[in-house]
């Protein structure tokens, strides 16, 4: 069997080898080769120390930023490549760190302190397996190296890894460690928010994240609480087939891969439990359920400390979650100007799985949705002004009539009336009318 690689990590081996040293490819890129993925990195784990590596490499630019815990990155040109010493972890008495790391000459060993066995495999011109990582990965099964159990109370994030490559790879957990991720899902909360945003994160995008999400949510309710009310909250509604958590769910199965739409999706009704009642004719209601969602939304955003960026735009995106969508371009040029075309699409596709998620009687919307996006790329097109930027006339046209924060107001006006269609974007016809609304 043989194994792509690119030229220069095929290099890097045979440097290893040729200076006396063990050294193979392991973790994701031999997984991924195995089952066909082209692999985003490339990690070698040797027998040489740390010391050892950098000398053998030391024409290219290092770091050894890593080099504790026996990790030298050599930057080839487009490739950095992380070579790292043979290691056996210590103890792990807080759950997330080994208290010390110890160098080691035996792969084995290696091997052995690593979380999955299909990331236990190695490669160096044939296959290493000493865990079953091959045939684990030929039934599409994520099995701890080792007692789940002793493995997660080693390093906890291990728990939310194997939900996430059960995602990405549309792989199963195998039974006892689908068990033990039950069992231990507790110890999670010791995690730093950042580990856990990032596996998160990769989770939620993955092919198999609904009946991940599906299966194991009290592990998720562990670092997002705001869950589990969601779960059988009946809506009591003509438009809607399922309680709030399948409804998200199936919502979420609409949306393409993208972590801030898929994040948007998930918590878009985060909102409905707090906000819910029940009328006279025992109908459900959700007042105020989008601005209560955009709060807890900003929150956990925050909590999960991801960036500013995707903590506005999810927030944005559940507020105006619900906004009804109506037909022309006078509105979706409104809709352009505040938040951008990426923002707005993001947002069309968030209402139109949202739609999709509904029962039928809701399906009424897709129509006006369709529209939209129409009207959207329309005036992309035609290059339509939306935007301050694009208007015809700008702040030093306008100095004689107004300064400072009036100015700001009077374009902003200008812009308003030509995005309304109440006035052309030309020069000529936007000085008259803000000499007019100066006068
Ligand atoms: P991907 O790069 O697609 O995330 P990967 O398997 O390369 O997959 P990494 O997080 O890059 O995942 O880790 C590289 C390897 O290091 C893993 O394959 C695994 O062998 C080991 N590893 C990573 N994190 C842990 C952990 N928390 N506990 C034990 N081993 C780990
Ligand atoms: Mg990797």
Known sequence: MQLQMPERVRQALDTLHGAGFEAYLVGGCVRDSLLGIPPHDWDVTTSALPEETASLFAAFPLSRQGEKHGTITVFFPGLPLEITTFRVDGTYSDHRHPDSVHFSRSLRQDLARRDFTVNALAWDGALVDFFGGERDLA????????????????????????????????????????????????????????????????????????????????????????????????????????????????????????????????????????????????????????????????????????????????????????????????????????????????????????????????FRRLPILDQAEQDLEHILREGQCWSLGQLAVNGTDLASLAQGPELGRLLRRLLDEVIDGRCPNERDALLALARRLCA
């Not at 068990?179 to 580990?195: F, I, N, P, T, Y």
């Not at 109908?283 to 359920?289: A, E, I, Q, S, T």
């Not at 990426?342 to 739609?355: K, M």
């Open 139 to 362: 039934q599409r099964r994520i099995r701890c190296v080792g007692t789940p159990q002793r493995r997660f109370e080693e390093d906890s994030l291990r728990i939310l890894r194997a939900l996430r490559f059960s995602s990405v790879l549309s792989f199963s957990l195998e039974e006892a460690t689908g068990a033990a991720v039950l069992q231990c899902r507790k110890m999670l909360s010791g995690v730093a928010a950042e580990r856990i945003a990032s596996e998160f994160m990769r989770l939620l995008c993955g092919k198999d994240a609904v009946p991940v999400l599906r299966a194991y949510r009290p592990v998720f309710e562990v670092f997002l609480p705001e869950l589990a009310p969601m779960a059988g909250l009946d809506q009591r509604s003509p438009y809607h087939q399922y309680d709030v958590w399948e409804h998200t769910l199936h919502a979420l199965e609409q949306t393409d891969a993208d972590p801030e739409l898929r994040l948007a999706v998930l918590l878009h009704d985060i909102g409905k439990p707090p906000c819910r009642s029940i009328d006279r004719t025992g109908r459900g209601h959700f007042r105020g359920h989008q601005e209560a969602g955009a709060v807890i939304a900003e929150r956990i955003c925050t909590r999960m400390r991801l960036s500013r960026q995707m903590t506005e735009h999810v927030t944005a995106l559940v507020r105006f979650h619900d906004v009804s969508v109506v037909c022309g371009e006078a509105n979706v040029r409104r809709w352009l100007s505040r938040l951008g075309p990426q923002l707005y699409r993001r947002l069309l596709e968030l209402n139109r799985a949202d739609t999709l998620a509904h029962a039928a009687p809701a």
